[in-house]
């Protein structure tokens, strides 16, 4: 029997529909070359109200050039208008790479004998959180492999417990964001309580079938569980979640519609949709070939993808890992990219002093290797403000209320000054002689784009008092 599609309905394969997909993927194959209809869809993007499931996926089957570069432009613009050119900067930290799933594409799976398995203790994470507030970083993901009992959520809590507490010189880191297995309510609510940012879990893939043969040991392999995680985080309390497909698992157009469905589905049932959506690619690791994966994409379907999210759902950040290069970050940054990650290691431990070869731990490969000083003077020679804010997450702007500062305009009186202040300290404390250069010049061509007069005012007197040696200014 066919399952009914429901968007609100709580029951995972309800809400991402593989009928619904499949109906959705034959009318954008039908309907890639009829102009009226692409036109139609795109005038509607330019409302900036988003686009379902279904407008989105013909877009992305049409193929043909100067449509594709109308979506790209529409893209930059939305991009501009949402979230200005400011860009947010993070760092993954990889707390343990136990791992009791069988996930065949990542390395931490429990039959690979070979990987160093590593669990920083509470000391070591007070040497990397050290050595990550001594680049500048203020905002991490905690990232773990799925063990009750090597990482059971106490470690988890723990650890969150000790990252808030390190405050070195005048670091600080200010939003944890998690990425760790699908859990219970009640864990959820745990997280919640410690603090977190954002609960990240990447769906993988949507393709049901795909799914349990990717995962085919582990807590992890049970599809619907999975699936619906982000309902039973929303229940715990967490507002801020974020969406993700590891792209190479399945057909790309397939996990694009079930993407966006999850994000429907999430906004019809919780009044929210994701706070962020991630993107990452099947990378080579430890155990892993990448290209024994059917459905890689190329660089510019990539990019086609990251321009419809960007179109598709407006007020949704969107991340990019140091999985992709300088080149493809630089060309997805410019179609809607809002957060990325910055001298990133994947490995467990290794900030404070980098691992040993043979002893390897980490995830992927990473393809972005600079440093948190490079890839800063970077976004700032492409006309970027590097941001290190945390402030809408501390001063309660989670979930719809941050959506409604987007959706009021208020985003500029409220993130560019935000972004220019942690940009400063970041210039003050961590920048080389060259990029604070750089930093402090653009900070004063970017003061005047504060539209209100008072705001200015006030960021401009935070701005020097920061230069005086004091921290943690926030609208
Ligand atoms: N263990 C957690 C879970 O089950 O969701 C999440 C943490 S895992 C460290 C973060 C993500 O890395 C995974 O969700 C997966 O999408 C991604 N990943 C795993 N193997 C990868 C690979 N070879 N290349 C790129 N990304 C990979």
């Not at 432009?73 to 050119?85: M, P, R, S, T, V």
């Amino acid at each position: 029997m066919d399952r009914m599609y429901d968007p609100k309905s709580l029951k995972a394969e309800e809400f991402i529909s593989h009928e619904e997909i499949m109906d959705t993927l034959a009318y954008a194959e039908k309907n890639k070359d009829n102009r009226e209809l692409i036109d139609s869809i795109l005038q509607k993007a330019e409302k900036r109200k988003g686009l379902s499931h279904r407008e989105a996926s013909v877009l992305l089957a049409c193929e043909d050039e100067a449509t594709i570069q109308r979506m790209y432009d529409l893209a930059e613009q939305i991009k501009k208008d949402f979230y200005g050119n400011r860009i947010v900067m993070f760092a993954p930290l990889y707390l343990s790479n136990y791992c009791v799933n069988g996930c065949v594409y990542c390395p931490y799976h429990a039959k690979n004998k070979h990987i160093a398995r590593k669990k920083l203790t509470q000391e070591d994470i007070v040497r990397e959180v050290t050595a990550l507030q001594d680049m500048g970083h203020k905002r991490l993901a905690i990232e773990a492999g799925e063990d009750p009992v090597n990482n059971p959520i106490e470690y988890i809590l723990e650890s969150i417990k000790t990252i808030y507490s390190i405050k070195h010189k005048n670091g600080a880191i200010r939003r944890v964001n998690v990425n760790i297995a699908a859990t219970t309510v009640e864990n959820y609510r745990k997280l919640k309580e410690a603090g977190i940012g954002t609960y990240i879990l990447f769906q993988e893939t949507y393709h049901k079938e795909s799914y349990e043969k990717l995962h085919p040991t582990g807590p992890k392999h049970n599809y619907a569980y999975h699936t619906e995680a982000m309902d039973r985080a929303m229940e715990g309390g967490i507002d801020d979640v974020g969406l993700g497909v590891l792209f190479g698992l399945e057909l790309y157009k397939y996990e694009f519609a079930g993407l966006l469905m999850h994000a429907e589905h999430l906004e019809a049932v919780h009044g929210v949709g994701p706070h962020t959506i991630s993107v990452p690619r099947i990378k080579r690791a430890d155990d892993i070939d990448p290209s024994t994966f059917d459905n890689g994409i190329d660089d510019d379907t990539f990019a086609k993808i990251c321009a419809l999210i960007r179109i598709s759902v407006p007020y949704t950040g969107m991340i990019i890992s140091t999985r992709e290069s300088k080149a493809v970050r630089e060309k997805v940054i410019r179609l809607g990219v809002s957060q990325i990650s910055g001298a990133s290691r994947t490995s467990v431990g290794g900030y404070c002093e980098p691992e040993p070869e043979e002893d390897n731990s980490a995830q992927f490969d990473v393809s972005d290797n600079r440093t948190l000083d490079e890839v800063v003077h970077w976004l700032m020679d492409l006309g970027y403000i590097p941001s290190f804010c945390t402030a809408c997450y501390r001063e309660g702007r989670t979930g719809d209320r941050f959506m409604s500062l987007c959706k009021s305009g208020q985003i500029q009186n409220c993130c560019h000054p935000n972004a220019l202040m942690t940009l400063k300290e970041y210039l003050m404390d961590y920048a080389s002689p060259a990029t604070r250069q750089v930093g402090e010049s653009l900070i004063r061509s970017e003061l005047p784009n504060i539209p209100k007069e008072k705001v200015r005012q006030v960021c401009e007197d935070h701005l020097e008092k920061i230069e005086q040696g004091i921290r943690d200014f926030r609208f």
